[in-house]
């Protein structure tokens, strides 16, 4: 009942930037929170950053002070942005929707650091 478009991966050098989004359609009254995870190859995933629908937030020691996540709910959209980038940054980020009844994830868009 919810689906989530991500959008924003792509190729960067270390110390540049990106702004990951994931907008959400469907039965958006439902969601309480989101967040971002990532997954590197032979990793768990883990998270990244989340929002509730009241808007406080968290992050993973390891982006916090460099990355911001936000949301637009006019555009029911989340946004990750990261700066500093780091070669350890690389992985495959995923959106997160949860409610009352289950979580959704969406299709995952990849991010790498390296020049």
């Known amino acids: 009942q919810v689906q989530l478009v991500e959008s924003g991966g792509g190729l960067v050098q270390p110390g540049g930037s990106l702004r990951l989004s994931c907008a959400a359609s469907?039965?958006?009254?439902?969601?309480?929170?989101m967040g971002w995870y990532r997954q590197a190859p032979g990793k768990q995933r883990e998270l990244v950053a989340a929002?509730?629908?009241?808007?406080?937030?968290n992050y993973a020691d390891s982006v916090k002070g460099r990355s911001t996540i936000s949301r637009d709910n006019a555009k029911n959209t989340v946004y990750l942005q990261m700066n500093s980038l780091k070669p350890e940054d690389t992985a495959v980020y995923y959106c997160?929707?949860?409610?009352?009844?289950?979580?959704?994830w969406g299709q995952g868009t990849q991010v790498t650091v390296s020049s």
């Open positions: 469907g039965s958006i009254f439902s969601i309480y929170a």
């Open positions: 997160k929707a949860e409610t009352s009844t289950r979580s959704y």
């Open positions: 929002i509730t629908r009241g808007g406080s937030t």
